[in-house]
C-alpha cells in the first residue's frame, strides 16, 4: 500500500521523494476537481439549451477598502503565512505529520506576520487604484458557470461536516474516549452523512442564486458518483480501513485471467497499521491483514463508473427535472446496499433485520428516488398547468 503520495511515485518511478501528501488525501483533491469541471460542463450546458439562466447583480464600484475586509484580508493572510513559512522552515516534520502539523498551534510568527502586512497593503492598494471620487452601482452578469468554485466548496465544507457528524454518532464509544481527536481527525468519514448534509446546502446555496433546486440537483448527480469513485481509489492503494469481510476462499476459476488482489487482499502497509506486522521492515506501516479480505474499495471504483458513465449518456433524455437526480439516488443506493454485505462495518438490528448504518440509509434513498420521480412528475405538471 502507498500510505502518501511518496510511496506511490517511488513504486512507479523508483525515485524517493519526501513529500507530505497522503494518497487518500491526494485523490480526494482530484475527486472535488472532477467533480468541479463536470459541474461546470452541465452549468454552461442547460444555460445554453435555456434551462437556467444568467443573474444581473448589482455591485459598488470605486468604494474604498472598508475595515472588514481589511481585517479578513489580515487574518488570512496571517494564518497562510504562518502555516506556510514553518511548513517550509519544518519540513521534514511537516512531510511526516502533515494533518498533525496542520491541525497544530505549530508554525511561524514571523512570516505570518509578514503575509499579514502584505496582503493587508496589496488588499488597500487595489481599493485605492480602483477608488472613485463618488463611488456608482454598476450591472453586473452571473453566469452559473461562474458560481461553481462556490458551490463545490459549499458542498466540501458541509460534506465533511455532516461525514463527520454522522461518522460521530456510529462511532460514539470513540468520541467518549478521545473527544479532541475524534472531532479532528479526518479518518472515519461517512459518505452518506456528507451527501445528505451537502445536499442541503448546495441547494439552498442555489436557489439564492436563482438556480433552481431540481436542475442543480441534476447537475452535481453524475459529479457526486465519479467523485465517489475515484475518492475509493485512494481507498484503496492507502488502505484506510475502508475494505471488506475476510475472504480466505480461494480465487473462483472465472476469475483465473485476474491478478489475485481483485479477489483477495492483505493490504500490506496500510496507511492505518491494521494486521500483523511484516517481517524485515522498519519504520511506520509495517503491517499486513493476517487474513486478505475482499477489496470493496476497488469494486466501488468500478460500480461508480459504470453509475457514471450510465448517468452521463443518459444525462439528456431525461425531460423533467429532478429526474437524473432521482435515478442516481437508486442506483447510487442500490449499489452501497449490495456492498455492504462484504464490507467491514457495524451492523444494527431493526425491524428483524441486522444491517449496517449505510444499508439502512440505501434503502431510503432508494425510496426517496423512486418518491422523486412521482414528485417531480407532479411539480412539472403543476407547472405547465
Known sequence: MFPKLSNLLEYIFGVRINLPIQTYGFFMA????????IVWLELKRKEKEGLIAAQTKQIWKGKPASAGELVSTAILGFIVGFKIIGMILRYSYFADNPQEFILSGQGSWPGGIILCAIAVYLAYRKKQKNRLEKPVKIQETVHPY???????????IFGIIGSKIFDIFEHLDDLFQDPVGTLFSFSGLSFYGGLIVA??????????????WPHIADIVAPALILAYAIGRIGCQLSGDGCW??????????????LPDWMWAFDFPHNVISEGIRISNCSGDHCFALAVPVFPTSYYETLLGTVIFLILWFTRKRWAIPGYLFSFYLILNGIERFLIE?????????????????AQWIAIGLVLLGAA???FFKRKSKSKNQ
Do not use: C, D
Open 30 to 37: 482530484i475527486a472535488f476537481l472532477v467533480a468541479a469541471w
Open 244 to 257: 471488506g469481510i475476510e475472504n480466505p476462499n480461494p480465487k473462483p476459476g472465472w476469475m483465473g485471467f
Open 146 to 156: 461562474q458560481l461553481t468554485a462556490s458551490i463545490v466548496l459549499v458542498a466540501a
Open 341 to 357: 454485505f462484504i464490507r467491514v462495518n457495524r451492523r444494527y438490528h431493526f425491524l428483524g433485520l441486522e444491517l449496517s448504518q
Open 372 to 374: 422523486g420521480f412521482w
Open 199 to 212: 445536499a442541503f446546502a448546495v441547494a439552498i446555496f442555489a436557489e439564492r442564486n436563482k438556480i433552481p
